[in-house]
C-alpha cells in the first residue's frame, strides 16, 4: 500500500531553469510533508519539510508547495544547478506517530 | 560523531548466514529508525524506537529480522538466514524526538546476499 507516490522517475531540466518535482499522497491524516535528496553511495539529507498548516515553505532556492485538498505536494528547485542533480524523496508522517512514509524518489537531471 | 552512523558500509554474505548491521545515532537524539531501499525502490520501514517505549516493529517483513537498541544509543539490526531478497541498502536514521522534526540518515550498509 503505497500512501505516498512520486509517478515521475526521472526529470531532466536545464541549468538555471526551475525544477519541479511533484509528490501525493493518499492518507488525508499525514500532517507533516519533508523532501529529501539523496546522492549515490550516500544516505538521504534532509532539504525542507513543510506543516499541514502552511501552503508554502520556502528556503533559498527550494520551495515546497502543499495543496491539501488534492494530496499533493511540490518541491521547485530555482535555479537548478548541476550540483542539484540526485534522486528526491519525498515522505509523509503524523503527527506523535513514528513512521516517515516515502515515495519511491525522483532522479533529477540538471543539465548545464 | 556528529552524524548517524553505520557499519560496515558493505557487506558481502553468503544465503543462509547470519548478519549483524550497526548504527550509531546523534548523540541526544531519543528516536531511531530503520529503512531499506532494494535497488529502484523507494525507502520502505523496518522498525522504529523511541526512548525507553515499545518499538514499532509493524515494518520488519519477517520474523527472521530483529532490532535491538542498547541503552538508549547504539542500536543493531540482525538479519538471521539472509535469503537473496534481502539484498538491499539498509538505513538507519536518528530525530530529536518524534513530534515532526527531521529524520537525519546515516550513509547506509549495502548488503549482498550471494
Known amino acids: 500500500d503505497q500512501q505516498v507516490k512520486q509517478n515521475s522517475p526521472s526529470l531532466s531540466v536545464q541549468e538555471g531553469r526551475i525544477s519541479i518535482l511533484n509528490c501525493d499522497y493518499t492518507?488525508?491524516?499525514?500532517?507533516?510533508f519533508l523532501w529529501y535528496k539523496k546522492y549515490p553511495a550516500e544516505g538521504p539529507t534532509f532539504l525542507i519539510s513543510i506543516s499541514s498548516i502552511k501552503d508554502k515553505n520556502e528556503d533559498g532556492r527550494f520551495t515546497v508547495f502543499l495543496n491539501k485538498s488534492a494530496k499533493h505536494l511540490s518541491l521547485h528547485i530555482v535555479p537548478s544547478q548541476p550540483g542539484d542533480s540526485a534522486v528526491y524523496f519525498c515522505?509523509?508522517?503524523?503527527?506523535?506517530?513514528?513512521?516517515?512514509?516515502f515515495g519511491s524518489g525522483t532522479k533529477l537531471n540538471v543539465k548545464p | 560523531g556528529a552524524g548517524v552512523s553505520q557499519s560496515p558500509s558493505n557487506k558481502v554474505t553468503e544465503k543462509g548466514k547470519d548478519v549483524e548491521l550497526r548504527c550509531d545515532p546523534i548523540?541526544?537524539?531519543?528516536?531511531l529508525y530503520w529503512y531499506r531501499q532494494s535497488l529502484g525502490q523507494g525507502l520502505e520501514f523496518l522498525i522504529y524506537f523511541q526512548g525507553n517505549s515499545a518499538p514499532d516493529k509493524s515494518g520488519l517483513p519477517s520474523d527472521r529480522f530483529s532490532a535491538e537498541r542498547t541503552g538508549g544509543s547504539v542500536s543493531t539490526l540482525t538479519i538471521q538466514r539472509t535469503q537473496q531478497e534481502d539484498s538491499a541498502v539498509y538505513l538507519c536514521?536518528?530525530?530529536?524526538?518524534?513530534?515532526?522534526?527531521?529524520?537525519?540518515f546515516g550513509q547506509g550498509t549495502r548488503l549482498t546476499v550471494v
Open positions: 492518507n488525508s491524516m499525514f500532517d507533516y
Open positions: 548523540s541526544g537524539h531519543t528516536a
Open positions: 515522505a509523509a508522517s503524523r503527527y506523535s506517530f513514528n513512521k516517515f512514509y
Open positions: 536514521a536518528s530525530s530529536l524526538d518524534n513530534m515532526n522534526t527531521e529524520a537525519f
